[in-house]
């Protein structure tokens, strides 16, 4: 690579360093110009993509000769249209592109970040809920009827006991925290940080969607067209990628990581380090979701589609719809 390069110039050169710096500089200057441009589409700023964010931050891309440009696209079914328009390279909207695939888009899902949810139920004592018992006739917030944290919260409500279709009322809000923290919901579905703030508010915890459902939540979608014709540009781009992922697991990055999630959306001091163990407790090790997040995966888009020809596919046909992991196991095998 050009980097690679440029060391072994300047240690053939070491004795001359005003030569070296204004090589370093033209290099700098060449190897910018010389990289290619990777378009990352992004529904929305989200802790679940850190591996993501560390690589870009990290220069992991850098190093693979590449000039990542974020792309915000609201709604991840639009991010998903793009990348099979070929508008971009890659969306983290995984959620929704695997079910855009699963629904007849060639794309797929090429490494999973977080294969656990990163929500709460949440709800106001004020309001009168004080604890799951609470629940019944209430109102629970989600972004949006039909989306990932309305079947969640259906999840949730079936693991408590009660009939989501009857017993309360599963309401689309959009923006979770503002409608919880205005009081027009009894109870919501929230991710650290805001669970630390609802706790600072008196707002009381009621379950975690975890305990209820496992399904992938976020990661790395690509085109099938991309992966077979520009395997090794995909391969160059995971790697770097898995690099963000193994560097955040990494204790001994602890301090480094939650400066970069900081980034990412800004959190109370008190929040930071609750924050990062939570995250660093539900993402993958390697890139691949686990056998139950797979299953409930399925459950719940059986649930979502209603067409005969996604209700005849099994399990691993589906899979293979939504799913391609063999550029990642080869990214695993090769030597860094």
């Given at each position: 690579?050009?980097?690679?390069?440029?060391e072994?110039?300047?240690?053939?050169?070491?004795?001359?360093?005003?030569?070296?710096?204004?090589?370093?500089?033209?290099?700098?200057c060449?190897?910018?110009a010389?990289?290619?441009?990777?378009?990352?589409?992004?529904?929305?700023?989200?802790?679940?993509?850190?591996?993501?964010?560390?690589?870009?931050?990290?220069?992991?891309?850098?190093e693979?000769?590449?000039?990542?440009?974020?792309?915000?696209?609201?709604g991840?079914?639009?991010?998903?249209?793009?990348?099979?328009?070929g508008?971009?390279?890659?969306t983290?909207?995984?959620?929704?592109?695997?079910?855009?695939?699963?629904?007849?888009?060639?794309?797929?899902?090429?490494?999973?970040?977080?294969?656990?949810?990163?929500?709460?139920?949440?709800?106001?004592?004020?309001?009168?809920?004080?604890?799951?018992?609470?629940?019944?006739?209430?109102?629970?917030?989600?972004?949006?009827l039909?989306?990932?944290?309305?079947?969640?919260?259906r999840?949730?409500?079936?693991?408590?006991?009660?009939?989501?279709?009857?017993?309360?009322?599963?309401?689309?809000?959009?923006?979770?925290?503002?409608?919880?923290?205005?009081?027009?919901?009894?109870?919501?579905?929230?991710?650290p940080?805001?669970?630390?703030?609802?706790?600072?508010?008196?707002?009381?915890?009621?379950?975690?969607?975890?305990?209820?459902?496992?399904?992938?939540?976020?990661?790395?979608?690509?085109?099938?067209?991309?992966i077979?014709?520009?395997?090794?540009?995909?391969?160059?781009?995971?790697?770097?990628?898995?690099?963000?992922?193994?560097?955040?697991?990494?204790?001994?990055?602890?301090?480094?990581?939650?400066?970069?999630?900081?980034?990412?959306?800004?959190?109370?001091?008190?929040?930071?380090?609750?924050?990062?163990?939570?995250?660093?407790?539900?993402?993958?090790?390697?890139?691949?979701?686990?056998?139950?997040?797979?299953?409930?995966d399925?459950?719940?888009?059986?649930?979502?589609?209603?067409?005969?020809?996604?209700q005849?596919?099994?399990?691993?046909?589906?899979?293979?719809?939504?799913?391609?992991?063999?550029?990642?196991?080869?990214?695993?095998?090769?030597?860094?």
């Open positions: 690579m050009i980097r690679k390069a440029l072994g110039l300047a240690m053939v050169l070491g004795r001359a360093p005003v030569l070296v710096l204004s090589l370093s500089v033209l290099f700098c060449w190897s910018y010389l990289a290619e441009e990777v378009l990352v589409a992004h529904p929305a700023l989200t802790f679940g993509d850190i591996p993501y964010y560390i690589a870009r931050e990290k220069g992991f891309y850098r693979e000769d590449f000039q990542v440009k974020d792309v915000y696209i609201r991840g079914v639009t991010a998903s249209q793009a990348l099979q328009a508008s971009v390279h890659f983290l909207a995984l959620g929704s592109g695997v079910r855009a695939a699963l629904s007849g888009l060639t794309i797929k899902a090429v490494m999973v970040y977080c294969d656990k949810p990163y929500h709460f139920l949440y709800a106001r004592p004020d309001l009168g809920v004080r604890g799951p018992q609470d629940l019944k006739g209430k109102r629970i917030a989600v972004t949006g039909g989306s990932t944290t309305y079947y969640a919260a999840k949730v409500a079936e693991h408590l006991g009660y009939d989501p279709d009857k017993d309360l009322l599963i309401v689309s809000v959009g923006d979770i925290w503002p409608a919880l923290h205005s009081g027009s919901v009894e109870s919501g579905l929230i991710r940080p805001f669970t630390n703030m609802a706790e600072k508010l008196g707002m009381v915890k009621i379950a975690y969607v975890g305990d209820a459902l496992q399904i992938p939540m976020s990661g790395l979608v690509s085109s099938e067209k991309l077979r014709e520009r395997p090794d540009f995909v391969r160059k781009f995971v790697k770097a990628t898995v690099r963000g992922l193994k560097f955040f697991l990494d204790r001994k990055n602890e301090a480094e990581s939650i400066a970069m999630l900081n980034r990412v959306t800004k959190m109370e001091p008190e929040a930071a380090k609750p924050t990062f163990d939570f995250y660093h407790g539900i993402m993958t090790r390697e890139g691949f979701p686990s056998e139950r997040a797979l299953a409930d399925w459950e719940i888009s059986r649930i979502m589609f209603r067409k005969p020809e996604i005849n596919l099994s399990r691993a046909q589906a899979e293979q719809k939504m799913y391609d992991f063999r550029i990642l196991k080869e990214v695993l095998k090769s030597a860094w």
